[in-house]
């Protein structure tokens, strides 16, 4: 077996991302994290929906999917159902991941499958030219609202929580290291974890000062993350101090460990004859 390096993750393709993109934070702190917990690239499936950052899949070198619009957390289900041995990760992006694809989040969470969720925040639309996504803050100019949006944000980290999701955490862009262990700490967790992750498109909603002159990681700041209750306030804060890192983390049984039909291993290991077939469509359901 050869011996893990940082570019065992790297597929040698460039990036098209705009220069000055917070998608590049994100890779890098992605591949860091798989190197530093030495995991081994044909064990990582990513799965990417539509978007800026649905390219992430073409320049790291695990198994992949570029999926449709949306639909990151309904693949990313199957594919951990059917080898629940393979670490299994979602990138989507707000457009993605909030609106068409919103309803997925909540179930997966409730659900605590072992999937690992990152949505690239960007605010805005980007591969489509900067237009308004339900995380663009009220009064924000984009294409699509000239004159200001005037739609209440959605909070995803309160929405997180509120849906039985045990492992939620904020990211940003500008602080690759603190990225990099939030994507360790998700990787090492037993269910679903969820980092929305503050992402500046430098070029239609270049937010990186505002959220620099913010941030603060909660990790510094003496929070306890079993405390839903604290969680849930620190999720509402959102003033001119912005909180990044772990919000809440909590052991709870994940779905593959409750399930008779996948806790005597991995479907896609067994012959179909030898799976109870009620079990399996318990699974599927
Ligand atoms: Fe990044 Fe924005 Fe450019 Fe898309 S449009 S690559 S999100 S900077």
């Known amino acids: 077996m050869s011996q893990i390096t940082l570019k065992s993750y790297d597929t040698g393709r460039k990036p098209v991302w705009c220069p000055g993109c917070g998608n590049f934070a994100i890779l890098t702190a992605f591949k860091r994290a798989l190197y530093e917990l030495k ?42 159902l059917a080898n629940h041995e393979l670490l299994v990760f979602g990138f989507a992006g707000d457009g993605d991941a909030y609106a068409i694809g919103l309803g997925h989040l909540p179930h997966a969470a409730r ?7 990152v949505v690239h925040n960007n605010m805005v639309f980007g591969l489509t030219t900067g237009q308004v996504t339900p995380t663009t803050p009220v009064g924000v100019k984009t294409r699509s609202t000239p ?13 997180a929580l509120a849906s039985g999701a045990t492992f939620v955490a904020r990211g940003f862009s500008g602080d690759v290291n603190h990225l990099t262990y939030l994507f360790k700490e998700a990787i090492k967790h037993k269910g679903f974890a969820f980092i929305d992750v503050l992402q ?6 270049n937010t990186y000062s505002y959220f620099r002159e913010r941030v603060y990681k909660l990790e510094e ?7 839903l209750e604290e969680a849930l306030k620190k999720a509402y804060e959102w003033n001119n101090r912005i909180p990044i890192g772990i919000f809440y983390k909590v052991k709870r049984p994940t779905f593959e460990e409750l399930k008779d039909a ?5 479907l896609a290991r067994r012959n179909i004859e030898d799976v109870d077939i009620t079990g399996i469509y318990e699974v599927f359901r």
């Open 262 to 266: 996948l806790r005597r291993g991995p």
């Open 221 to 227: 700041a003496g929070h306890d993350p079993t405390n």
């Open 39 to 80: 995991i081994r690239p044909e064990k990582v499936v990513v799965v990417s929906g539509i978007g800026c950052h649905g390219r992430i899949t073409g320049y790291v070198k695990t198994n992949s999917i570029h999926t449709i619009h949306g639909r990151v957390l309904p693949i990313a289900t199957g594919i951990k």
């Open 200 to 205: 500046p498109c430098y070029t239609f909603y």
């Open 147 to 159: 004159y200001g949006n005037v739609e209440q944000p959605l909070n995803p980290l309160a929405l």
């Open 111 to 117: 659900r605590n499958i072992d999937i690992k969720y």
